[in-house]
């Protein structure tokens, strides 16, 4: 039975049609991407499908067992009206666990004394239910949760009002991973998040027991966790099966069979045409053409109606359901025929150019022994490191380690706390900020262009500042709209058309593909693979990373809050599994030093409040088998058989509950 169906669905906002006829089906182990060119309709689409919303027309069907949980994708007006503590909010998930504790247990007393089937009814609900909100672990898993997501213990006892919008965002997601809904619906999950913790959250859903549908703009986040793609269009909605990267092969290879089937049917109806133009004026000739004009006519009305690609599917002229038709004349079937549109019009797309007015050093850049902060705030060191022409360097780390301060330290607005850096002859650089805080908020976007060239010395006249941001999507008033009133993907646009006017042989970018589309995100990432020059890019997007970066420079705790800038020579799938060989060398090396320590001597270790949790829950589990090997006993020795297969399937649940918090309990003692 699936867990939620659309039929017929169509959303419209006064005369204008966000989408139309939208059919789809939600299965109970779906994990679907929807993807699709901004403001085509996907939050619109997330908002009907989580209840949020009602669709203008047709029916969105719920199974009776489908919970929804859905992640916004902004959260500002979130938990403005509680006083509660992160911590706090995550707890309230479990504000019945203990009473659940407390009746399970007298149960069991129950079970041991007069048993029944009532009793051993209830008891299996409630040790089902009890397990499935994590009442064994609840306080380990709301440990790992938010920690997974970045936050630190000291931002636990933070109240919820006074969190920033991504913090908020990133509490809004734990809280939904807690609560375990069947069907789970993120909406650009991975913002906020850095590299580690969408590592994090990927690893999560590849294990989620229920639906996945979910809108990203990481490319990479998506080839990880979703084997189907909603595709959501100007012509409706299309399912693809695969991860992203197979979408892409499929959607490719359809639109190149369709645009074959289009041109040969185009060449058809213009063939036809002609043969009717030169006979129908023939005596001899005139009855075949004016018939050959009526099946035409024909043809072109269902074509008109159907569209040419599902006209072409229909095997007869029944299926078409076009009914009785006037024959056109010969003027009106060839204004027909040029009016039939290719079957995929492309969407607006993002034009720009980055091209080095002059060539740099050999090595561009350089520095050693830096230490990067601010007074009394330093953020990290560096040992040495490079990066020469044509080299693309990404910098990976934890958000707030530093890395946007070191952007600037080499633009040289922040001076290093220690050390020195060295720029190479002829290097002249282009600075993307991701704040994009250096645009005047009160300037229209026309007047921003304009001023940024003057101020690299370039003239540019209002007709060419048009048609220069035309090649950035601001068309028409868009150029007239004020910096304030851009939306993050409009603002990373006008930093590009800003960016590119430089002539710049050296490129600092800062999260270059927040806010883009996917579509924009490609034609980025072609320029940037174009560039002649040198990259050294802060990125949270791992697709990019993946295709450009010929070196990764990592900051890296060493203990103490601190880190250090380590660079890695090589491609970011060669860093991966070389990160993935360091950490199963060190965890083996420090089971080897534990084992012989504990070999000599058993040391006593002060558990954390999980540990005792987890111990007191193995406690309560092992008194349970107890009572249980009791009734059980008791049922076999006065054969009702019944009882005991009921008892037995309840004994092998709790013994592999009772191995599990075992197995929990042992790796965390292991990392105390």
């Not at 499908?49 to 489908?66: C, E, F, K, R, V």
């Not at 109806?269 to 005596?283: F, H, Q, T, V």
């Not at 150019?353 to 520095?367: D, P």
């Amino acid at each position: 039975m699936s867990t939620l169906t659309l039929h017929n669905v169509s959303q419209s906002f006064g005369a204008f049609d966000v989408f139309t006829g939208i059919t789809a089906r939600i299965e109970p182990d779906s994990r679907i991407g929807l993807v699709g060119p901004n403001g085509i309709g996907k939050t619109t689409l997330l908002r009907l499908i989580a209840g949020s919303s009602q669709p203008t027309t047709g029916t969105i069907s719920l199974h009776s067992s489908t919970r929804i949980g859905y992640l916004h994708q902004e959260a500002m007006e979130a938990f403005t009206q509680t006083t509660r503590t992160l911590h706090e909010e995550m707890l309230l998930l479990y504000a019945n666990v203990g009473a659940m504790e407390s009746e399970m247990r007298a149960l069991e007393q129950q079970m041991a004394e007069a048993p029944s089937d009532e009793i051993f009814e209830r008891y299996s609900e409630l040790q089902e239910y009890f397990e499935h909100i994590g009442g064994y672990d609840y306080e380990l898993r709301i440990e790992q949760t938010l920690s997974g997501l970045g936050f630190k213990p000291e931002h636990y006892t933070l109240p919820l009002m006074h969190l920033s919008g991504g913090q908020k965002t990133r509490a809004l997601l734990a809280r939904l991973l807690l609560e375990r809904p069947n069907l789970l619906i993120l909406d650009e999950p991975t913002n906020h998040l850095d590299i580690r913790a969408v590592q994090w959250l990927e690893k999560t859903l590849a294990n989620w027991k229920g639906a996945l549908l979910i809108v990203s703009h990481d490319r990479f986040f998506l080839d990880h966790v979703v084997n189907t793609i909603w595709e959501l269009g100007r012509a409706g909605l299309h399912a693809f099966r695969g991860n992203y990267t197979a979408y892409i092969q499929q959607r490719d290879a359809k639109r190149a069979a369709e645009m074959t089937a289009y041109e040969r049917e185009m060449e058809r109806l213009r063939e036809e045409l002609d043969y009717i133009k030169r006979n129908i004026a023939r005596a001899s000739t005139n009855g075949m053409a004016v018939g050959r004009l009526r099946r035409l006519s024909r043809d072109l009305v269902a074509i008109e109606e159907l569209g040419l690609i599902d006209y072409k599917k229909a095997k007869s002229w029944s299926e078409t359901g076009v009914g009785g038709v006037r024959p056109y004349t010969v003027m009106e079937a060839e204004a027909a025929i040029k009016a039939i549109p290719p079957p995929h019009t492309p969407n607006a797309r993002l034009h720009m150019s980055l091209n080095s007015s002059r060539l740099s050093a050999e090595k561009v850049l350089s520095g050693r022994d830096l230490v990067i902060g601010y007074p009394n705030t330093p953020l990290f060191s560096t040992g040495e490191f490079s990066l020469h022409r044509g080299e693309i360097a990404a910098m990976l780390g934890s958000n707030g380690t530093g890395k946007t301060t070191f952007l600037k330290t080499l633009m040289g607005e922040i001076a290093p706390l220690a050390g020195k850096i060295h720029l190479g002859i002829n290097v002249k650089v282009g600075y993307f900020a991701q704040a994009h805080d250096s645009f005047d908020p009160d300037k229209s976007v026309i007047d921003t262009l304009i001023e940024h060239a003057e101020s690299i010395g370039k003239r540019m006249t209002p007709g060419e500042a048009r048609k220069y941001l035309a090649l950035y999507l601001f068309r028409g008033e868009d150029v007239f709209k004020q910096v304030s009133m851009l939306s993050g993907g409009e603002r990373g646009r006008l930093a590009l058309a800003s960016l590119s006017l430089h002539g710049a042989n050296v490129l600092l970018l800062d999260e270059p593909t927040n806010h883009l589309d996917i579509a924009a995100q490609e034609v980025l990432q072609e320029v940037l693979e174009n560039f002649e020059g040198t990259i050294l890019m802060v990125s949270h997007d791992r697709y990019l990373i993946d295709r450009l970066a010929t070196q990764i420079w990592s900051l890296q705790e060493t203990g103490d809050a601190e880190f250090t800038l380590h660079v890695f020579k090589g491609t970011y799938e060669e860093y991966l599994a070389n990160q993935s060989t360091e950490k199963a060398e060190a965890k083996e090396t420090r089971a080897a030093e534990k084992r012989a320590v504990q070999a000599g001597r058993v040391t006593d270790k002060r558990k954390s409040e999980s540990v005792r949790h987890l111990e007191s829950q193995i406690h309560m589990l092992e008194g349970a088998l107890r009572e249980l090997e009791t009734v059980l006993e008791k049922a076999s020795n006065a054969g009702r058989m019944e009882d005991v297969a009921r008892l037995g399937e309840q004994y092998a649940s709790t013994q592999a509950r009772l191995e599990m918090l075992v197995a929990d309990w042992a790796n965390m003692a292991e990392t105390t």
